[in-house]
């Protein structure tokens, strides 16, 4: 599997709060701000089948608190701070759907997939919520990498859910530093997109082939 690499740029406080659509309180505008941003890429599975059927991609939903360009933290059960000086270049909707778009484009095992702004005919259509995207310390010296994302297979026709599944990479960081945090979630992202791409196949595909479903490029062509 290739290595995800991790970009990192520098902006001044003030630029990113204009990107954040937010303030920071008590910033100084001139101080730089470290934006990381994750670049992942992912393997295909020998595994994974090659379908026929086209899916979308639904735009992913997350609470506010996790849907952030700022980088969360947990430092105890019930406290959840962001680290400073320090932001995603992307809010962790974007970055998870960026990833799964190429993951499924680079797999090169299914020609039909898009967002669903994109308007194509498809079969299905996969619909994400991140639930976690954080590090959390648990009590522990360092921090781990927490992503949780519960995803839906759902047929698009009759908008039965083909399957449904909760998926958890934790990924331990060696040293407090953001630069490690920020590294450990870019191995957790990718890891998650490899699980999600793999499972959107396979589940797709059973399904596919059980209901012999009609695939929407020639539903589209006989005017059905």
């Known amino acids: 599997m290739s290595r995800p ?14 990107l954040g659509g937010c303030s920071l309180l008590g910033s100084n505008e001139r101080s730089a701000v470290t934006i990381y941003s994750p670049v992942v890429r992912i393997q295909p599975d020998p595994s994974w089948p090659k379908v026929d059927w086209q899916l979308v991609l639904v735009k992913p939903s997350a609470a506010r608190v996790v849907d952030s360009p700022r980088i969360n933290v947990r430092p105890s059960p019930s406290e959840l701070e962001v680290y400073k000086g320090v932001s995603w270049a992307q809010p962790a909707t974007d970055m998870l759907d960026d990833a799964l778009v190429r993951g499924f484009e680079d797999s090169g095992r299914i020609n039909g997939v898009a967002r669903a702004t994109t308007g194509i005919r498809a079969d299905y259509k996969l619909a994400l919520d991140v639930r976690r995207f954080e590090a959390d310390y648990r009590g522990q010296a360092t921090p781990t990498a927490l992503i949780e994302v519960n995803a839906k297979l759902i047929h698009v026709v009759d908008q039965r859910v083909v399957a449904d599944r909760t998926f958890r990479q934790e990924q331990p960081v ?3 530093a953001t630069a490690d945090v920020a590294r450990a979630f870019e191995q957790g992202l990718q890891a998650t997109t490899s699980e999600v791409v793999g499972w959107t196949l396979v589940s797709g595909q059973a399904d596919y082939q059980q ?8 539903r589209q062509s006989s005017g059905k």
């Not at 740029?9 to 204009?18: D, G, S, V, Y």
């Not at 209901?211 to 020639?218: H, I, K, M, S, W």
């Open 5 to 18: 690499t991790l970009t990192r740029i520098l902006l001044p406080a003030a630029m990113l709060a204009l």
């Open 174 to 176: 060696p040293s407090t």
């Open 211 to 218: 209901a012999q479903v009609t695939p929407a490029r020639l």
